[in-house]
């Protein structure tokens, strides 16, 4: 009777984990110049490969941004701002 319980916490452990898998991500980060500093205002992209789906946020006064809620997938990160070089970075 005890293995036999053991065993049925195992697999609703097991079960209950694939239950709350995640399906979405978060992409976050900092812009930066050459020199370390914050930009802030520069427009951040990401753009899921296989779907088209984007999602644009703006830096923050930190130049900190937050992505979030993104359908797990392959994404293109791309970051404007005027005065600065465009920066894109694939295979996230």
Do not use: W
Request: net charge positive; with cysteine; hydrophobic share 40%.
């Amino acid at each position: 009777m005890r293995n036999t319980t053991l065993i049925f916490c195992l697999v609703t452990l097991i079960f209950a984990s694939t239950l709350f898998a995640q399906s979405t991500a978060n992409i976050v980060g900092t812009v930066r110049d050459s020199s370390g500093g914050a930009v802030p205002g520069a427009k951040v992209t990401a753009f899921n490969i296989d779907t088209g789906l984007r999602q644009t946020r703006e830096s923050g006064p930190d130049g900190a941004y937050s992505l979030q809620l993104l359908p797990v997938g392959q994404y293109r990160l791309e970051v404007e701002k005027e005065g600065f070089q465009r920066f894109v970075q694939s295979g996230i």
